[in-house]
């Protein structure tokens, strides 16, 4: 999600500036204000997902208890004479 505000927040980056080139009775510093908010919210977005990337990644590996059950075991007497 962050990735996708980072890239829509460029483009609209992109077209702000041109509108503010085009049309200059913008108001001042509306143009850069919003730009670098949207920027700056798709940064902290990515970062949020690393964060918590990393900390399900720290719990399923510190947590000693199996992440899955087996119910039910088929086929167990082909087991092949390597093992």
Known sequence: MGVLISIISFILATIFIIRKIINPEIFIGWT????VLLFF???QLILIGLLGEYTGRIF???NKHPQFVIKEKINIDRVSDNE
């Open 41 to 43: 919210s798709g940064i």
């Open 60 to 62: 399923l590996s510190q």
């Open 32 to 35: 850069s204000i919003i730009v």
